[in-house]
């Protein structure tokens, strides 16, 4: 939900695009590698590559299998996805008063700016490794806090599957910090 609301982006779409990005990446093929498009294109036009590669209707279809398909995502976020951005204007606005529209502006800009930019070409460009991978992924202090430990990105290419992203002591993972108080109040489980 969170995901429709502040990019307009269905599950199946992202999730095929993550999944071809750790299928190719780095190579040719990767739909948002910096040393494929550029450091300084995935940083500030990130969110365009997406898009571009949400086009591609065979690359959905293939590597979207077994993301959420059930009603909500059929009959709401596929079909309407922009009425997702414009419910999250609408709650700043109630939240916020006509400040909302700037609240909203700049949601609009941060989400993609840090979730498709600063994660993906950050992430690929500087940094440190805790292990090593087929790709020049790389983990970036302190600024994984800012993304819900998302920075932590060479260990995310070391195991993906895993949703504990902090490997060492000193790496903070606030994603895994919020999933475990989730999963303590019965919100969230793991597979």
């Given amino acids: 939900m969170w995901l429709w609301l502040t990019t307009g982006m269905n599950t199946k779409e992202w999730v095929a695009i993550h999944r071809k990005h750790h299928n190719k990446t780095d190579v040719?093929?990767?739909?948002h590698s910096p040393h494929i498009f550029g450091f300084f294109t995935v940083l500030f036009k990130g969110v365009m590559l997406y898009v571009e590669a949400a086009k591609d209707?065979?690359?959905?279809?293939?590597?979207?299998?077994g993301a959420p398909n059930d009603w909500i995502e059929q009959k709401l976020y596929?079909?309407?996805?922009?009425?997702?951005?414009?419910?999250?204007?609408?709650?700043?606005?109630?939240?916020f008063g006509w400040w909302g529209f700037l609240v909203w502006g700049i949601q609009m800009i941060?989400?993609?700016?840090?979730?498709?930019?600063?994660?993906?070409?950050?992430?690929h460009w500087f940094?440190?490794?805790?292990g090593e991978t087929k790709d020049k992924s790389k983990n970036?202090?302190?600024?994984?806090?800012?993304?819900?430990?998302?920075l932590l990105?060479?260990?995310?290419?070391?195991?993906p599957a895993n949703a504990k992203l902090s490997k060492r002591w000193f790496e903070?993972?606030?994603?895994?910090?919020?999933?475990?108080?989730f999963r303590l109040v019965r919100l969230a489980k793991l597979r």
């Avoid at 209707?57 to 299998?65: A, Q």
């Fill in 28 to 31: 040719e093929g990767d739909p």
């Fill in 57 to 65: 209707k065979n690359l959905i279809t293939n590597l979207g299998i």
């Fill in 78 to 95: 596929t079909p309407y996805p922009w009425v997702g951005v414009m419910i999250m204007m609408l709650i700043d606005v109630v939240l």
């Fill in 110 to 123: 941060w989400i993609p700016f840090w979730a498709a930019g600063v994660v993906n070409g950050i992430g």
């Fill in 127 to 130: 940094g440190y490794r805790n």
């Fill in 140 to 150: 970036v202090l302190p600024w994984d806090i800012i993304v819900g430990g998302e």
């Fill in 153 to 159: 990105h060479n260990n995310h290419h070391l195991d």
């Fill in 172 to 181: 903070l993972d606030m994603g895994w910090i919020w999933l475990s108080f």
